[in-house]
């Protein structure tokens, strides 16, 4: 899974790059706020203090922050045994994908039509 995560994020960052530059600092920004989120509730679960909602790590691995919300589960050993909630965020990361590629078929499609 380490393998996975990391080259998905190395692959995702050169997408990104190429459709639109800010789109790689967004989704840069979303990953470090994602992985900050799963440290900091897998802290408080140590602790026995305040937890984050699980709805808003999953929103945030929505909104594109799924590679460090893997990176998050894996490094960290955080909501890998919540089968319920490993579901959902394969939803996310599917729902995510999926966007991503119409936004890249959006962008590249002038040029995919040029070589038909």
């Given amino acids: 899974m380490n393998k996975f995560a ?22 840069g920004i979303i990953n470090l706020l994602t992985f900050t989120l799963y440290y900091r509730d897998k802290s408080a679960a140590k602790r ?9 790590l999953q929103f945030f691995a929505l909104i594109g922050g799924w590679p460090a919300a893997l990176l998050g589960q894996y ?32 962008q590249w499609h002038p040029l995919l039509d040029a070589y038909r």
């Fill in 75 to 106: 490094h960290l050993r955080h909501k890998t045994q919540k089968s319920s909630f490993k579901w959902v965020l394969w939803c996310c990361i599917v729902l995510n994908s999926a966007g991503l590629s119409l936004l890249c078929y959006q």
């Fill in 48 to 56: 026995g203090k305040w937890r984050i909602k699980e709805s808003t």
């Fill in 6 to 27: 990391w080259l998905m994020l190395l692959l995702i960052g050169a997408i990104w790059a190429a459709v639109q530059p800010w789109l790689a600092g967004v989704y």
